[in-house]
């Protein structure tokens, strides 16, 4: 077995515990990354700081667990972003998956920020800064549905309230209230959100997606159908940044956290199609 | 101090050219007023809107900051609105002058749909025209598709070395694109493998589809006069579940060391751990999905891949189905269509000063 | 310090059980995927219920006595002839329905999202050179785009052999195609990367308290 | 009969489909609403519960027959009706008649999709950055000229996007940038015209009855 040999027959469980370590080892010492903003996700963060006081900002939560660690970190980052300016957030999901997770992200900005504050006016309070519409069937059906009447498509919210005696559901009719709708998903439902609801009612749609998708999203980014867009781990640390920067929220930035271990993985996977290829030339011109 | 002092005496100037019309292109219900900024419009607090039934009284209905000349009023179809507008600077007010009466009404047609009405009836007359055409048994000619000349050649090998060949149909279900597509390449290879008297073993997700390449398989041993050599073992249905799928796949490669694997259909996650495995038993594998996200792996894992719709015109080319024939001939034209529509709107948008981008909104 | 609440040993060992997968398929294996299909539906079930069918059918229904109700739940509960051989044709009448409306809704809009709006994306215009903000490179970055996209569609037509011009245009496009993929590539590594440092994070973290 | 009133069906709703994109007046217009909100939505929900019937269907039979790995099938059933209780009876936030939590052991339908569904989910696609690193390493070759520009265009992308790629030199952040803007672009654009062609064929096709399978989708 001469190195060659041994070089082309790695065990696969050998590759397994390399890259579990390579992974491990960053996430036990972690060295803070210093993270580039690109145009695309400042695109998304200045759409959604300049959104007007009347207007509202819709929040579509669509990542299942299947990809939460990817794009939960997004959602934490705007939903901080949203109750740091006093923007007035919906929250809905088009499947029932990523609703447990929209509740979650809900349930955790939100128990930071009134834990943080001290009178009435600068906590959160449901039905006056935000509302979470839950979820309704038929995917076309709110996407449609919302541009001629919120209220009509959710008639009961997710715990199950009538959403018409909700305050803030009261000045918020339609998409003609709504200035931005930002779409965190796991496929290329954002798209869906752009050829009906945009091109039927106008409304201006930003997206977070896992990076699996990017591919599908730059054209419709391109071409100005997308206000902005969060790609992966790496676009959710990039509006983690923006956040520290311009807005000095320094809370734990999930994504962040992971761009070490990024790196070193990214690193070995190159490697690994390196020596895989090396062998195989070195193979081939022997036969 | 000054500043106030001049204003108190000299006043500020009211907003002009105030307009107010139908909005359109919609539902109804909607006047669109728009005014001229006033001149001291840097300084003012905003401006207020009035509304009124008839020229006299007016009532507030509306106040927008500085810099904004127009506001959406809803309003009551059929029925006739004068308004003014007032520049606003702490208590001073300058009216402008009243506007000519609006109304505001629905619309039946909705003019800024007009470019994706024309492309709708254009684009679908054209594919309707092939495919009924096709239906009526007229020739169309379709290229032969690079990938089918690889099929080809990998079947050959396989039977030269007296290997099995590996066909899965994707994870898919009957009524999509690319299982049908797949399940005609299916009946291509069985043609072959059965003249050349060659081992096919066909694993199957999805149960219904399992049903169909059976009958698919076996009419090809028929069509090449060997109905008896037909192996009842050869087509079968492992389970429904992604990941058990793949496993059980990757189990025949490494037991049978098929010499050509086939992955051609629908695929998730999972074309990554089939063709991993397929390409480390030195097989012969080629694969076709429109599938996108799963394509850069599929063409670095194997030999030859058929991109997305080079999938649908193989399986055409080789079925010569009328419905799939009429339908990529009627694409074709669509995409010289679109290309032209490159071409001519780009000189255009160059050339003269025409705003073709106004046609694309 | 290692966590003592019950359920995150529940998510450390469903995890686990997952994990033992890339060991060998297995019955641990096979339990956590059958309990997550289970897990799932059931959780799906909660909401058709409580979401859907109580507020928009019941309560309309039987307590709001608007009986044209009776339309839309007769129409439903065809669906469920599909299990009844004798009239299970009757499936079709609510399939028919939605097939229909879906694939209505679906023509124009995929013809202005997908055609109109990306040919306008692409046609060599002042405001798209200014897209790039990259002043004067604009152009040069619109002219290759526009050639690009022409290559690409020139790949995927059928019609005539690729000999010539088209053998040209076909063979630039490939090139736009692959690095594209290529692109893709790279981003989906750094997806599938990040979702298994996600799951390290929840074993090092919540459950045995290595890290923060 | 029993095909030609399911497709004139198809052919009404269909053309129901497609006008209010194009009338924006209040009589189409709400016709359209009504459509949607009621008629449909209702629909849809009964599908859904169909689904879950024809789910809960093959594995019975899995069962009953003694199919492949049937003593699974009991625990995915058995998930499912505890699931199911826990879900309609316990409500939605655990706030229904049922009981849902013994001391402060909470068990309500919220708790479990945390604690159950979401580690299975996350963990199910983990596995792939596993499969991934094998793959890099026994597959992915620069066998053809295509391959090569693929795995050229992942390496610069791969560095590029991480802030190792801007420690190296700051061009190579913005050139995978460019990447992304511009040849994955036009790569995907050509592919997306090529796919709204095609789906353009398929819903014409449909909506006019030409392509009937749906009618066949009758076990």
């Known amino acids: 077995m001469n190195f060659i040999d041994r070089l082309t027959t790695i065990n696969r469980k050998i590759i397994y515990l390399v890259l579990a370590i390579v992974i491990v080892i960053p996430l036990i010492f972690p060295s803070p990354q210093k993270v580039r903003v690109m145009a695309p996700v400042e695109k998304l963060f200045n759409a959604v700081d300049t959104i007007h006081e009347d207007k509202a900002l819709i929040i579509n939560f669509e990542y299942d667990p299947q990809s939460q660690p990817e794009v939960e970190p997004m959602g934490l980052a705007v939903l901080r972003h949203a109750f740091k300016r006093r923007i007035k957030v919906l929250v809905m999901s088009l499947y029932v998956q990523p609703l447990g997770l929209a509740k979650s992200a809900l349930d955790q900005v939100v128990g930071e920020i009134n834990a943080e504050s001290k009178s009435n006016p600068d906590s959160i309070i449901y039905g006056r800064d935000f509302v979470f519409l839950g979820w309704q069937p038929g995917f076309y059906i709110p996407i449609l549905g919302m541009g001629e009447s919120i209220t009509n498509v959710y008639k009961t919210d997710y715990y199950g309230n009538k959403t018409d005696t909700l305050t803030l559901m009261k000045q918020t009719k339609n998409y003609n209230n709504v200035e931005l709708l930002v779409s965190l998903a796991v496929s290329d439902i954002p798209i869906y959100w752009v050829a009906y609801a945009q091109n039927r009612f106008g409304l201006q749609v930003g997206a977070g997606v896992t990076a699996v998708s990017a591919g599908d999203f730059y054209p419709y980014y391109q071409s100005g159908q997308f206000t902005g867009l969060m790609v992966g781990m790496k676009g959710g640390a990039e509006y983690e940044e923006l956040l520290a920067t311009r807005l000095n929220i320094h809370k734990r930035r999930k994504a962040g956290e992971t761009l070490s271990s990024i790196t070193f993985a990214h690193l070995t996977i190159i490697l690994l199609i390196v020596i895989g290829n090396v062998g195989f030339f070195i193979k081939r011109r022997k036969r | ?313 193989a399986s055409a080319y080789i079925s010569r189905e009328p419905l799939l024939l009429g339908a990529i001939k009627g694409e074709d034209i669509g995409k010289l269509i679109i290309g032209s529509l490159l071409i001519i709107g780009s000189i255009l948008g160059l050339i003269t000063k025409f705003p073709v981008l106004n046609f694309f909104k | 310090m290692p966590s003592f609440d019950p359920w995150v040993w529940v998510s450390a060992l469903l995890t686990l059980a997952i994990f033992s997968f890339l060991y060998k398929d297995n019955p641990f294996y096979k339990i956590a995927e059958h309990i997550f299909v289970g897990a799932t539906n059931g959780y799906a079930v909660t909401f058709y219920w409580h979401n859907v069918l109580v507020p928009r059918l019941f309560n309309p229904l039987f307590q709001g006595h608007q009986l044209w109700y009776i339309i839309p739940l007769t129409i439903g509960i065809l669906y469920f002839t599909r299990f009844i051989p004798k009239i299970s044709w009757l499936v079709r009448i609510p399939i028919g329905i939605t097939i229909g409306y879906f694939t209505g809704i679906a023509i124009p809009a995929g013809i202005e999202a997908s055609i109109i709006k990306q040919v306008g994306g692409t046609l060599l215009t002042s405001e798209n050179f200014a897209r790039w903000n990259a002043g004067p490179l604009g152009i040069v970055w619109s002219i290759i785009l526009f050639i690009g996209v022409l290559c690409v569609v020139s790949y995927f037509y059928f019609s005539k052999e690729h000999k010539g011009v088209l053998k040209v245009t076909s063979g630039i496009g490939i090139i736009f195609i692959m690095i594209g993929f290529g692109a893709a590539f790279g981003y989906t590594v750094m997806a599938r990367v990040s979702l298994l440092i996600g799951r390290l994070q929840f074993l090092l973290g919540p459950w045995l308290g290595i890290i923060r | 009969m029993k095909r030609t009133l399911p497709l004139i069906l198809l052919m009404i709703f269909g053309g129901f489909g497609i006008l209010p994109f194009f009338i924006p007046h209040p009589k189409i217009q709400n016709i359209d609403s009504f459509l949607r909100n009621d008629l449909l939505l209702i629909l849809y929900a009964f599908a859904l519960v169909l689904g879950l019937g024809s789910l809960l269907h093959v594995h019975v039979n899995k069962i009953k027959h003694r199919g492949q790995n049937w003593q699974y099938s009991w625990i995915l059933i058995v998930t499912f009706i505890v699931c199911s209780i826990i879900g309609l009876f316990g409500g939605v936030s655990g706030t229904g008649p049922l009981p849902t939590r013994i001391g402060n052991f909470p068990f309500d339908i919220q708790t479990i999709y945390l604690r159950v569904e979401v580690p299975l989910g996350s963990t199910m696609f983990a596995l792939l950055a596993f499969f991934m690193a094998s793959a890099a390493y026994r597959a992915f070759r620069a066998r053809s000229t295509e391959a090569t520009l693929l795995l050229t265009a992942a390496f610069f992308v791969m560095i590029g996007i991480l802030p190792l790629g801007d420690k190296i030199s700051h061009h190579l952040p913005s050139f995978a940038q460019w990447i992304m803007d511009l040849p994955l672009v036009a790569g995907q654009r050509g592919i997306i015209f090529g796919i709204a062609l095609g789906a353009l064929a398929t819903e014409l096709k449909i909506i006019l009855g030409i392509e009937r399978s749906w009618l066949g989708g009758v076990e």
């Open chain 2, 1 to 313: 101090m000054l500043l106030n002092f001049l204003l108190l005496t000299v006043g500020i100037a009211p907003p002009t050219g105030v307009r107010a019309y139908d909005a359109p292109d919609d539902g109804g219900g909607v006047i669109i007023m728009e005014w001229q900024l006033s001149s001291d419009d840097a300084i003012l607090d905003g401006y207020e809107i009035y509304r009124s039934g008839n020229a006299q009284d007016f009532e507030k209905v509306g106040y927008v900051g500085k810099g904004t000349n127009s506001i959406e009023d809803e309003t009551e179809d059929g029925k006739k609105y004068y308004y003014k507008v007032t520049a606003l600077k702490d208590t001073l007010r300058a009216y402008s002058e009243i506007s000519l009466p609006a109304m505001s009404s629905a619309q039946w047609i909705n003019r800024t749909k007009l470019n994706v009405l024309l492309a709708m009836l254009i684009l679908g007359s054209i594919i309707l025209y092939f495919v009924f055409g096709a239906r009526k048994g007229k020739q169309l000619f379709i290229r032969k598709i690079a990938g089918l000349q690889a099929i080809d050649d990998a079947v050959g090998r396989a039977t030269e070395m007296g290997k099995p060949i590996l066909y899965t149909t994707g994870l898919e279900s009957i009524s999509v694109i690319s299982t049908i597509a797949s399940l005609n390449i299916l009946g291509e290879v069985a043609k072959k493998v059965a003249s050349y008297n060659a081992k096919l073993i066909n694993p199957h997700f999805d149960p219904i589809v399992y049903t169909v390449a059976r009958e698919i398989v076996k009419e090809a041993y028929n069509t090449v006069g060997r109905p008896d050599a037909f192996d009842e073992g050869s087509v079968y249905f492992i389970t429904d579940t992604q990941f058990a799928y793949a496993a059980a796949v990757d189990g025949i490669m490494v037991r049978e060391k098929p010499a050509t694997n086939f992955l051609i259909g629908y695929f998730y996650a999972e074309s990554l751990i089939i063709a991993e495995t397929g390409a480390s038993t030195g097989a012969i594998q080629i694969s076709g999905t429109d599938a996108i996200p799963q394509l850069p792996f599929l063409v670095t894992a194997c030999d030859y891949t058929l991109i997305g719709e080079e999938l649908y015109a």
